[in-house]
């Protein structure tokens, strides 16, 4: 009698074994699928749009937006992975080779902390709290737009791969980037007196942000000996261009997160 309850109990235990690997072989084609289509997405955003900064030998894009998509999206590790790969393949193929290096540690990181903050968000959160750190990146914003991006502007915008290219150039008044921060503010305002811990999501994307601009300034005056100084205001808008994205797809971007422990 006892025999055939051990082996009925083993036997349990063997099935429950299998349903748990199973299991796990789902979550990781899931998180591999994801990883790469978001690898895929960083990639087309940061190469299709760039700004050359003649001091760095960099380039200004919008690929913070992309790369924080993935740290909602994916784990801390998987959302490293395509941070950090997408971002190094665009620097590549748009000739900044010398970039790709610190770009696949420094963006990956940055996708890394990103999306171990966001998914330690605390359960009570501030409403004044969430309100100020909510409508500080659209301030910076302005701020930083008035100071260093007016005048006449050239940009390139690029399908990656490919031969076709288009450059735009523009006047850009200080007036834009106050109507285009005020209305970002309006709208954080709104979500952050609604849900409260939008406001721990900024200051997450703004503290992975800063890791990205302090990698980027050691890399640029230890390494290649350029101008790094000349570059912070470029990447700091950067991080906030990316921070302002995030903040109004946040609702979408975290219905789409893929977690280990969930599968």
Same mark, same amino acid.
């Given at each position: 009698?006892?025999?055939?309850?051990?082996?009925?109990?083993?036997k349990k235990q063997q099935k429950r074994l299998k349903i748990l690997t199973l299991q796990w072989h789902v979550t990781r084609a899931k998180l591999v699928a994801a990883s790469s289509i978001m690898a895929a997405l960083v990639f087309v955003v940061?190469?299709?749009?760039?700004?050359?900064?003649?001091?760095?030998?960099?380039?200004?894009?919008?690929?913070?937006?992309?790369?924080?998509?993935?740290?909602?999206?994916?784990?801390?590790?998987?959302?490293?992975?395509?941070?950090?790969?997408?971002?190094?393949?665009?620097?590549?193929?748009?000739?900044?080779?010398?970039?790709?290096?610190?770009?696949?540690?420094?963006?990956?990181?940055?996708?890394?902390?990103?999306?171990?903050?966001?998914?330690?968000?605390?359960?009570?959160?501030?409403?004044?709290?969430?309100? #100020?750190?909510?409508? /500080?990146?659209? !301030?910076? $914003? +302005? @701020?930083?737009? &008035?100071?260093?991006?007016?005048? *006449?502007? =050239? %940009?390139?915008?690029?399908?990656?791969?490919?031969?076709?290219?288009?450059?735009?150039?523009?006047?850009?008044?200080? #007036?834009?980037?106050? /109507?285009?921060? !005020?209305? $970002? +503010? @309006?709208?954080? &305002?709104?979500?952050?007196?609604? *849900?409260? =811990? %939008?406001?721990?999501?900024?200051?997450?994307?703004?503290?992975?942000?800063?890791?990205?601009?302090?990698?980027?300034?050691?890399?640029?005056?230890?390494?290649?000996?350029?101008? +790094?100084?000349?570059?912070?205001?470029?990447?700091?808008?950067?991080?906030?261009?990316?921070?302002?994205?995030?903040?109004?797809?946040?609702?979408?971007?975290?219905?789409?997160?893929?977690?280990?422990?969930?599968?």
């Open positions: 009698m006892q025999l055939s309850i051990r082996r009925a109990e083993r940061t190469a299709s749009f760039s700004l050359y900064i003649p001091e760095t030998r960099g380039y200004f894009n919008f690929g913070e937006a992309a790369v924080y998509a993935s740290a909602f999206v994916l784990p801390p590790l998987w959302a490293a992975f395509a941070g950090g790969v997408g971002s190094m393949l665009a620097d590549v193929t748009l000739g900044y080779y010398y970039y790709a290096p610190a770009t696949l540690i420094v963006k990956g990181c940055e996708a890394y902390v990103a999306s171990l903050l966001l998914r330690r968000r605390p359960r009570a959160a501030s409403r004044v709290a969430g309100f #100020a750190t909510s409508i /500080a990146p659209p !301030a910076l $914003l +302005a @701020a930083l737009g &008035a100071l260093f991006y007016t005048g *006449r502007a =050239e %940009a390139t915008l690029a399908l990656p791969a490919s031969p076709v290219t288009s450059t735009l150039a523009w006047e850009m008044s200080s #007036a834009v980037w106050f /109507a285009v921060a !005020a209305s $970002l +503010a @309006a709208y954080s &305002a709104y979500v952050s007196l609604r *849900r409260p =811990e %939008a406001g721990w999501t900024a200051a997450a994307l703004v503290a992975a942000g800063l890791v990205m601009v302090t990698g980027y300034f050691l890399y640029e005056q230890l390494v290649l000996g350029v101008a +790094a100084l000349a570059e912070v205001p470029f990447n700091l808008m950067q991080v906030l261009v990316g921070v302002s994205t995030a903040l109004l797809a946040e609702r979408r971007l975290s219905r789409l997160a893929l977690d280990a422990a969930k599968g």
